[in-house]
């Protein structure tokens, strides 16, 4: 116990590298290494210069972000925790400059306004020692809020309507899951793996807002349970990981919540917008299962934008950090400017997740719902971004998913990708946010699934 005014010394890295244990244990240990320059070298061989297009560009870009935050809720009591989830969302006319603008000038309250995420859709969930309403336990309050949030107001489309809200999408996503979980597109219901509280299961819910029981045990069940965020929720111990799963599986609904409002009231809109997701296009940890239903549904609405002889949805899962990224640090100096390369297994097996066991059926095949590209722009900056995989299951009769998944010519939205980043990139470069980042040069409003921009944008379409 250090005296007071005196600091415990921190002992640094360093002098625990001194210790021969810790050198033994770091001699058995198995990581990534930097490449050499010959395998730099090599790996850069293999970016290839990416086709022309005159393709358009999109009109429209929806741009989501997420943030979250847990806080003590007094600084004498510092293990009673809440936390917060931001999910912002911003409408950018590529067209059109002017919300934003001052005569000829952006004007900096409105973008720091934007950044403020004031609109943006807040999500508040009980953390350590913390119990809400007359819930017994965290994890119940947890549970309880989420869904109340899922279906409340403020995700609905139309406020007065429960059907056009969050929780309802997810419905949606659920029917369209494949096996004994789900409901054979049967939107209405929707089933949760086991019941919270009893464990038996499966537990079939509702689409209506009334509170919903366990047909064993008669406890109360929440659609939203079928996320399995709640598994992960402590009652006595911060639960910034159950915050950040919840954040990182908003990330990826909110954009489908759009993109499912617009395929019901104007389906050939979404051919002109592009949707910017800032991940790896990926559902991770229990709520995995996402991942195929959002692959199922991004072929349902590119089917029917191709028989309307439109392009199919343009999503960019836009990467700032991750292993990828690193990669990308590592060999940037060796590619030359305006290079692409799709990233297959054995690339990242080898050079960007050396250690790993190869899955053995395909990287990412119970995560990713699409393909990780590299792609190094005529001016030499360099993004990682990823498009949804072309199939709607990684099964698909009579191909080779593995090999097929890297082949640019299975991604006609892949040279408007190019080109909108190619476009887009000194702004989505020096910011990390990508709704702040293109605030600056375009119109952005925010959006809320409540608020009437996406009328309007129907209503545009609509007459167009
Ligand atoms: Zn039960």
Redesign the pocket.
Known sequence: MPYKGEFASKTSHSEFLKNPEVEAFLNGCTYLTPPSDEECQSLADRFVAPLESDAKLPSFIIAIDGSNYEASIDDKLPSTKVGYIKIGAVLIDLEQFGALRVGKFVDPFKVADLQNNNSALTFSVPSANIRWGNKPTVRESFRALVDQQFCGIRTRFNETDPKTSLRSTLFYLASRRPGELGTNSDARRLKIHK?P??G?GP?EVQDNPEQQY?S??H?EVYPTDCLRIWEEVQDYQSNQVAISRLMLILEHIIPIHYMHYLYNSAPLLLSGMAFFVDDPLAVFGNAAWLHRSIMIFLQEVNRKLAKNHCLPLLVIGLQKTGQVVDHVALINRFVPNNRLVAIDDDYRYKYILAGREASHNGFGYETYYGQDFIYKTPTGRSFVFALPYPYSSKDEAGINFVQEKTKFENYPQLPVAIKLITKLESDLYENAVVPIALAHHYTAISLEPGGKVLDLLTKKALNA
């Open positions: 019941c509280e009893c038996a537990v366990c064993f045990c406890a």
